[in-house]
């Protein structure tokens, strides 16, 4: 833990002030019982009442005076803490920005988070415990029995056998509690890591209708947490009647034993008073420290965790460095950051550790076999799903981030699978753009190489589209739906294998087209056939849901395997 003790420099007076206040608040706490005793033997039987009313007032200064240090104590113990909080939480999170990727993907996002709230947090309030109480107990407790010691030797035996006695039973509760505990704060963790991907995945988990599942999986956890703490809570239970048995038992002893000294004249009625009343305040003092050692334990702990973010090494970037990555930032259209999917009630993850930032205007290629994850890829760029790990970031100065109707507005996606509707072409197209005319119908047309064989219908755009568009062919539907993605004109094109039933000219009429008239957009197009994606700025290689290769054509068919295989296999079909 060596990075958190500079923290205390600087304040090292202010961290010093509540625990010395505190110990003379300790010191007149126990002059009180001396007081007491002396109210009962000497001021009473005298009769001298000025006499009398000095020592309570004496009585009541100390309390008075005790009150105020307490006070005081509390005011520095909280401000040195916070502090200290404060200046170590900073710290952390300038440290934790520069981290490198790697270390900041090894610990975790939330766990860093988590470190950064709730363990600084921790790390405060036990520092603010500390500074009160962990000199004032033990100072209390010995003192009250060295002060026990100056009265009756004979009755202090007993509160060493109280003191042996308590901390025996405490410390065996503590023994069998804290593994207890720790079990329950790690169930806790589980507890709230769930809820988080619960709510983050409430749509996916909508649109599998998994709610029944994802609300027995809560319950359980819940259940389980539950009867822990019952049983954590019994054995605490056990506690208080087993301390106030002794402690009473002892009560009883001291005051028979103390009864009779009385009696015989080796001890006064006012010192055995003291002697309970010391007796009491060990025991108070003791439960006390209890609670102190289960949050210094706890913020040890913590203070483990922050220091293990401390001592990762940062990536100290310099000026042009970071000019660089924010000119990577700025110019990308959108960045997948590490990110991981697994589908609901799916055993396997249908990607993972996926990263890639596409440059704005970019053409974007991603190949890959049947299933290794090319549309699950573009499902979480179009929002349908959230990463189950990692993000996708889009630049706020080309989509609108702020809500998600408005950012699919951004984004136009041709599925694979050609979904028209029963209706008219104009109808058809119109999904696209609800306002869009004519003109913009058949630019679209055009771009999507479909105006042609509208054009010899007899009705044009009026032509009737049966359900699905069975009355069109394959490569006909195809380009339809290119169209209607087209007219959105939108920041984000998006073409999952749909131009697969396109002939070759088409196809090269196709791509010439987008590379003409929509240079300035940025283009994802996923394919399985490599002449569709050879003129793309960068192609990435998906293979059972991992990243295999980022390159362009000609680098990936030097270097990379699956693809070199890939292309091996399209050359012969292409002589076909
Ligand atoms: P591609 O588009 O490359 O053919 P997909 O992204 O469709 O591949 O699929 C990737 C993997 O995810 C496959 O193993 C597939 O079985 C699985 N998968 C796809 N959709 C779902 C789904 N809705 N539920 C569960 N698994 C799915
Ligand atoms: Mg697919």
């Known amino acids: 833990m060596q990075h958190l003790w500079k923290y205390f ?22 002059l009180v019982p001396i007081v007491v005793a002396k109210i009962i033997d000497e001021a009473i039987p005298s009769g001298n009442r000025s006499y009398l009313f000095t020592l309570v007032a004496v009585m009541i200064g100390l309390g008075l005076v005790g009150f105020i240090l307490a006070i005081a104590a509390q005011y520095f113990a909280a401000k040195a803490a916070t502090e200290y909080a404060r200046d170590l939480t900073a710290d952390t999170f300038d440290h934790a920005l520069k981290l490198s990727k790697t270390d900041r993907d090894k610990m975790g996002g939330s766990s860093i988070i988590n470190r950064l709230a709730s363990d600084t947090f921790q790390i405060q309030s036990g520092l603010n415990t500390s500074f009160r ?91 389980d947490l539950t ?39 080796t001890l006064t009625q006012g010192q055995l008073v003291a002697l309970i009343n010391y007796l009491l305040s060990i025991l108070v ?34 000026d042009s460095q970071i000019q660089e990555e924010k000119n990577a930032v700025v110019n990308s259209a959108l960045v997948i950051d590490n990110v991981n999917f697994t589908y609901p009630e799916a055993n396997s993850k249908a990607l993972s550790n996926i990263n890639l930032a596409i440059k704005k205007g970019a053409f974007v290629g991603v190949i890959g076999s049947t299933g290794s994850g090319k549309s699950t890829l573009l499902n979480l760029i179009s929002k349908t799903y959230e990463p189950s790990e990692g993000s996708i970031y889009f630049n706020p100065s080309l989509f609108n981030i702020d809500n998600l109707a408005g950012l699919r507005s951004d984004i136009a996606v041709v599925p694979g699978q050609v979904t028209l509707f029963k209706g008219t072409i104009r109808s058809n197209l119109l ?25 010899q219908l007899s009705e044009g755009l009026d032509s009737p589209v049966a359900a699905f568009g069975s009355n069109f062919s394959g490569g006909q539907r195809q380009r339809l739906t290119i169209a209607r993605a087209l007219i959105k004109q939108a920041e984000l094109l998006i073409f999952d294998d749909s131009t697969s039933a396109l002939d070759y000219v088409t196809e090269s009429n196709f791509q010439h087209t987008l590379q003409e008239k929509y240079a300035d957009r940025t283009i994802i197009m996923i394919s399985q056939r490599i002449h569709s994606l050879r003129n793309a700025d960068l192609i990435t290689v998906l293979e059972k849901g991992k990243q295999v290769g980022v390159g362009t054509h000609e680098e990936l068919l030097k270097s990379n395997e699956i693809y070199q295989e890939i292309y091996a296999s399209q050359a012969v079909t292409e002589v076909d």
Not at 304 to 316: G, Y
Not at 431 to 455: C, H, N, P, Y
């Open 285 to 318: 003092e003791l439960v006390k420290l209890v609670v102190v050692l289960d949050v210094i334990n706890k913020s040890i702990t913590s203070a483990k965790r922050v220091n293990a973010i401390l001592d990762l090494p940062t990536e100290d970037l310099t």
């Open 9 to 30: 420099e600087g304040r090292k007076l202010l961290s010093a002030t509540g625990p010395l206040f505190k110990l003379i608040e300790a010191v007149l706490e126990l």
């Open 133 to 223: 109480l962990f000199l004032r107990s033990p100072f209390i407790v010995l003192g009250s029995l060295v002060m026990a010691l100056q009265i009756n030797r004979q009755i202090s035996l007993w509160f060493v056998l109280m003191i042996v006695i308590l901390s025996v039973i405490v410390f065996t509760i503590m023994k069998v509690a804290a593994p207890m505990l720790r079990n329950i704060r790690n169930k806790f963790d589980r507890l709230v890591t769930q809820t988080r991907e619960q709510i983050q995945g409430i749509r996916v988990i909508k649109a599998f209708t998994q709610q029944h599942r994802e609300i027995n999986e809560f319950e359980e956890t819940n259940d």
């Open 431 to 455: 999904m696209g753009k609800k306002d869009a005319t004519d003109e913009e119908i058949w630019r679209a047309l055009d771009d999507a190489q479909a105006s042609e064989f509208v054009k």
């Open 227 to 265: 009867k822990m703490q019952l049983r954590v809570g019994r054995i605490n239970a056990l506690s208080n009647p087993l301390t106030y048995l002794t402690v009473n038992l002892i009560l009883v002893g001291m005051i028979w034993q103390g009864g009779h000294q009385v009696s015989v004249g």
